[in-house]
């Protein structure tokens, strides 16, 4: 079995394009005994594994790659693979798409425990990862990858390099910033349209003729496979899934209306909650919460997007210039920052931010008597004082 492994893992290496390392890359402490790199599929996560490999054999490390959806895999015992890898001087094993396979937290729990390995693996939701019944969450590290940021759409396409900045850098210096990406003699408006379209999943780059078509697929994957291997839907219900996300792309984010969305899906407002909570684990939909405490906190979100404008043009017939830049706007922020929805603006960052999002002609009546406030205008290069383009919230990973 062993050798079989070594051999789908050589010829799995000439497949992949690994040059480009993502932004998380260089945030990993790969001295860490088990590692885990969840994230939506297509952002990346293989490659990221194929890109240790290589700096492992790099170094002479015994390192073995496997993906538990092998179909040869099916009924095979992983610890025995592991043990028989440890014995042949194993130092390394990376575990792609762990969430294929059944009752995979006892194993990974098992394997930290018995063997004197590194383990670095992927799957596609933290949630299922670190609620396992298996106590997991003191043993491994969770990183998470988000897809493409503008910032390194930009640098693949144009293979270049530029600086990403922290929110705080970003709203003290954002004319500073505009005016040293003006330098780079790129057109960053149709830059960050095309990229609004076609930019966050890095397969684009190799399947750009076919791109929405394989971004379905992926969906679909994700539904179809992932949600239900993980036991959190039944293979006969997820055609609700994909009825609700069409009925979200049908709904503008400011106006949800629970009773609505479950009678236009067909699905009781019990069932939805969980719906809507399985959709967001598998990073298709975003969720943002109003910023408040004790008992509401737990109720139902208060605004819900896509995941990412790639999903709104992919799955949506139309979608409102609106409902973009707030998708977009609360994608780049979220997982990196504190993002609530603010009772005064559009969004509140960490308790300290109020951002309220529009085009170019945008002003501040709204939030004009708020501290720290900023309008987020669309189609503007650079803003002034407190008037920042959209399209710099791209540059923030």
Do not use: W
């Not at 706007?329 to 993002?339: D, E, K, P, R, V």
């Amino acid at each position: 079995m062993l050798a079989k492994l070594k051999k789908y893992q050589q010829r799995l290496e000439k497949s992949q394009n690994i040059e480009y390392k993502r932004y998380l890359y260089k945030k990993i402490d790969f001295s860490d005994k088990m590692i885990a790199i969840f994230g939506a599929r297509g952002v990346g996560k293989t490659t990221l594994l194929f890109q240790y490999l290589k700096e492992l054999q790099f170094a002479n490390k015994e390192a073995l790659y496997i993906s538990l959806d092998y179909p040869f895999l099916s009924g095979v015992d992983l610890i025995e693979i592991i043990a028989e890898f440890v014995e042949s001087g194993g130092e390394y094993i990376l575990l792609d798409e762990i969430h294929r396979y059944e009752n995979f937290s006892a194993y990974l729990k098992s394997i930290y425990d018995l063997f004197d390995i590194k383990v670095l693996f992927t799957g596609s939701s933290a949630t299922s990862i670190l609620n396992a019944k298996s106590d997991l969450s003191r043993r491994v590290t969770l990183y998470h990858l988000k897809g493409f940021s503008f910032r390194e759409y930009l640098e693949v396409k144009f293979n270049s390099s530029f600086e990403f900045y922290s929110i705080e850098k970003l709203t003290a210096d954002h004319m500073e910033i505009a005016n040293k990406l003006k330098t780079q003699n790129i057109d960053i408006l149709i830059e960050f349209k095309a990229y609004q379209k076609t930019g966050y999943y890095p397969f684009y780059f190799d399947k750009k003729s076919s791109y929405y078509q394989n971004l379905l697929n992926t969906i679909n994957l994700t539904i179809d496979i992932d949600l239900t291997s993980l036991g959190l839907i039944e293979q006969k219900y997820t055609y609700k899934l994909k009825r609700l996300l069409e009925v979200v792309c049908e709904s503008k984010p400011f106006e949800v209306n629970y009773t609505k969305i479950a009678a236009a899906a067909e699905i009781s407002r019990v069932k939805l909650y969980d719906y809507i909570k399985y959709l967001s684990d598998g990073e298709m939909l975003l969720l943002i919460d109003e910023n408040v405490k004790g008992v509401k906190k737990i109720s139902k979100p208060a605004k819900i997007y896509l995941n990412n404008t790639n999903l709104l043009f992919a799955y949506c017939e139309s979608a409102e210039d609106g409902t973009i830049r707030e998708t977009f706007f609360a994608n780049a922020l979220s997982g990196i920052y504190q993002l609530n929805i603010a009772s005064a603006g559009d969004f509140l960052v960490d308790n300290k931010y109020l951002f309220e999002i529009g085009g170019k002609g945008k002003k501040f009546d709204q939030i004009k008597n708020i501290e720290k406030s900023f309008v987020v205008a669309d189609n503007i290069l650079k803003g002034s004082n407190n008037k920042i383009p959209l399209y710099l919230f791209g540059f923030l990973y």
